[in-house]
């Protein structure tokens, strides 16, 4: 079971370093080798701080991160799976759940919107009811990403500002309303302190739910915006970010403009810094 606050590393990522390797003409065998990267900058990262001993969980997928995950278990790290198919929409499973899920938690993506068709989303929820359902016979909490793109003529400051917490909202109560309880929502930052209560509100409605805050790759700036506009809010219960942390210095050990040694430690100061502005947003103490 995770416990909050949550220092969460998302290195689940599978198309987005697929098509990186392809842009690249680099060998889509390198993203294992990005895969041990990440974890060995997490390792290097829990040696330094008690915070990431405490509170630090890694998701990585299976497809190309399954070396590291085994490696991570051996560790004691608590590490999940993603068990959606990278890049599909509707939502498809990426394997029978026995097989696809052996970690400490489940994640799950889906995508929504306003314009998503009545069907796609009854399908979408009863493929979570079951993921759910097979969650708590294992005893693995779930933590559901939910994404919600603008729409077309959307204004990007005002989707950012109004309508995205409100889409949120909606599909929460939606959910909950189908018994549809997940551990933690995964959602993406709010521009305010205004738009992040409408989803925390949402949130409550289910005693003991709580929101990690997730990256999409976003610049350290905007993670500190986001972070300062949950401060405080009762179901802000950490993060759960990746590209941010990791994708650049990945990048460019990978095409050789940096050592391993080097792209290890820009990880590792990455996360480390991710927790440091979680904790002073939180009005806690700098990380130890």
Known sequence: MMHAPIYLLAIDHRWQWEAWCDANGVSRERIFDIKRLALDAFLDARTRSVDVQASGALLVDLTYGAEAFAAARSAGITVGTPAEKAGAFPLEWAGAFDRALPGDFVKVLVRHGSDTAAGVVAQQRQQLLEVQAWCAAAGKPLVLEVLVAPGQGDDTASFDAVVRPQLISSYIRDAYAAALVPHFWKVEGMPDRRAFATVDAAVREVAGAGQLILGKGAGMGLVRQWFAS???????????????????????????????????????????????????????????
């Open 230 to 288: 949950a401060s405080g809010m009762p179901t802000a219960a950490g993060f759960a970010i990746g590209r941010t942390v990791y994708q650049a210095p990945a990048a460019e050990w990978i095409i050789g403009r940096c050592t391993r040694a080097e792209a290890v430690n820009r990880i590792a100061d990455n996360y480390l810094s991710l927790i440091g502005a979680w904790r002073r947003s939180a009005g806690a103490a700098a990380p130890r």
